[in-house]
């Protein structure tokens, strides 16, 4: 009889799926017995197999400046800290020892493959109706997805309709074999894929769910909505982010200053954190100035989010750094939200000239983030000025969580965004230009030396 690898199947952040010889690296820790749906349900309610993301994008985003030579020395002197050095200074390979494994890539890849033994084992179990089964095939399509989603915009290349069929993208595995090609699929391939299994997830999805970890229809319309934005095809995402938002639309009131556990927030659509806390020192994200004038000080998401680093950090460290985790000692959020559909909509209406539509978003948001007496709605010039302001609501929003970086990505060729950026680590400085190669990570050199078919980013 077929079993389910427990590393595989439970264990997800164990495993490697894509950056092993076929999958060898997996062992076997026990079974669990094809033939009962209920083995499928505890599977995809073993949440930690399935919500946890990356956490390289925050590092290098713009919302970050590591200027303080106490932490630059000290993050030299770690060792397990050189991948924090390399991708704020967007250098190759992350990774220097080649024994060395990505976690991003692994986390997500770990999903994909419970997900895809989820899609491939349950229409045969001998018990549950269809609805069941459809149901739990639904969730395991959601969440691959959106770990898809990650690894393209990690990996790959920006989407651009005009050369996504010949970018390359990332290995595009849908079945549990633990023999088939790793060969990179192309960045329109993975994009297709993704719409596809979110598409076919909306039909069987629950309207809504007991915990945001488990994927409802909202969760897929908003994984939609998210993934049109990163194509530019903002009609549509526009579209997707008010179907998510018929079913949620609660925002959360900063002024209380009270922020709940990530699985009571009433904001979170699909509830997703990153793979690691920094949070503290010496890897601790010290904020961009760029950032916190954007902020201002009397944002509830500067007085919540930001704190004083001296204070908190000890000698040597300078500014403000992002102390959200600090608040329930949680990882960020990096999964999709009811203010992320509110501004994916702003900007979808500031791009087909809705100015005032869009602003009477953004401002339905910055209501719930200032306390009344210090609240002043913003206002836009034209279509163009309304852009601007929703990107920048954005960043304000989700600063270091992960969106930013996929915002560089995705505005980086427009004009009313493009710009280059430099940093400074230790004397030297470092430039990400719009056309760079950097601004897509390197895969790490382990899983090519296994398996040579997977082609390197340049």
């Given at each position: 009889m077929k079993k389910i690898n427990i590393a595989a199947a439970v264990l997800g952040t164990m495993l490697l799926a894509a950056g092993c010889t076929k999958y060898t690296d997996i062992k076997t820790q026990g079974s669990l017995i094809p033939g009962q749906i209920s083995n499928y349900r505890y599977l995809l309610n073993y949440t930690n197999t399935y919500e946890y993301g990356g956490y390289l994008p925050d590092i290098a985003a713009a919302d970050i400046d590591i200027t303080d030579s106490v932490q630059q020395v000290s993050?030299?002197?770690?060792?397990?800290?050189?991948?924090?050095?390399?991708?704020?200074?967007?250098?190759?390979?992350?990774?220097?020892?080649?024994?060395?494994?990505?976690?991003?890539?692994?986390?997500?890849?770990?999903?994909?493959?419970?997900c895809n033994v989820i899609i491939d084992e349950v229409p045969g179990v001998t018990d549950g109706t269809a609805a069941e089964k459809d149901e739990l095939i639904a969730e395991a399509l959601t969440h691959r997805a959106d770990a898809y989603l990650n690894l393209v915009n990690e990996y790959g290349k920006p989407y651009n309709a005009g050369t996504a069929a010949s970018d390359l993208g990332v290995p595009l595995l849908v079945t549990p074999s633990l023999d088939q090609s790793l060969s990179r699929a192309t960045v329109a391939a993975v994009y297709n894929r993704i719409e596809a299994d979110l598409k076919a997830a909306i039909v069987s999805l629950p309207r809504t769910t007991q915990y945001n970890t488990l994927p409802g229809?909202?969760?897929?319309?908003?994984?939609?909505?998210?993934?049109?934005?990163?194509?530019?095809?903002y009609p549509a995402a526009g579209s997707y982010a008010d179907s998510a938002l018929s079913i949620k639309s609660t925002l959360l009131d900063l002024a209380t200053g009270v922020v709940p556990l990530r699985r009571d927030n009433p904001e979170t659509i699909l509830g997703k954190i990153a793979g690691t806390s920094f949070a503290w020192a010496p890897t601790t994200m010290r904020l961009s100035q760029e950032l916190l004038d954007l902020l201002g000080t009397k944002d509830m998401r500067y007085q919540l989010f930001t704190a004083d680093a001296p204070s908190m950090l000890g000698a040597g460290y300078t500014g403000r750094f992002f102390s959200y985790e600090r608040i329930n000692y949680e990882n960020r959020s990096i999964g999709t939200s009811v203010p992320e559909m509110m501004l994916i909509k702003a900007e979808s209406l500031a791009r087909n000239n809705n100015t005032g539509g869009a602003m009477e978003l953004v401002n339905k948001l910055r209501e719930k983030r200032f306390q009344a007496a210090d609240y002043t709605a913003l206002s836009a010039a034209d279509a163009n000025d309304a852009i601007?302001?929703?990107?920048?609501?954005?960043?304000?929003?989700?600063?270091?969580?992960?969106?930013?970086?996929?915002?560089?990505?995705?505005?980086?060729?427009?004009?009313?965004?493009?710009?280059?950026?430099?940093?400074?680590?230790?004397?030297?400085?470092?430039?990400?230009?719009?056309?760079?190669?950097?601004?897509?990570?390197?895969?790490?050199?382990?899983?090519?030396?296994l398996n040579p078919e997977i082609q390197q980013n340049p």
């Open positions: 993050i030299n002197n770690t060792i397990s800290s050189a991948f924090f050095r390399n991708t704020y200074t967007w250098r190759t390979p992350i990774y220097e020892n080649t024994l060395d494994r990505d976690r991003d890539w692994d986390t997500y890849y770990g999903c994909i493959y419970n229809k909202a969760a897929a319309f908003s994984l939609l909505a998210r993934m049109y934005l990163l194509m530019g095809n601007v302001k929703v990107v920048q609501e954005r960043r304000r929003e989700f600063f270091c969580r992960m969106l930013p970086w996929f915002d560089q990505r995705r505005l980086k060729d427009d004009p009313l965004f493009r710009k280059t950026y430099t940093r400074t680590w230790q004397g030297t400085t470092y430039t990400l230009e719009p056309g760079s190669n950097r601004y897509v990570f390197p895969i790490g050199q382990y899983y090519v030396n």
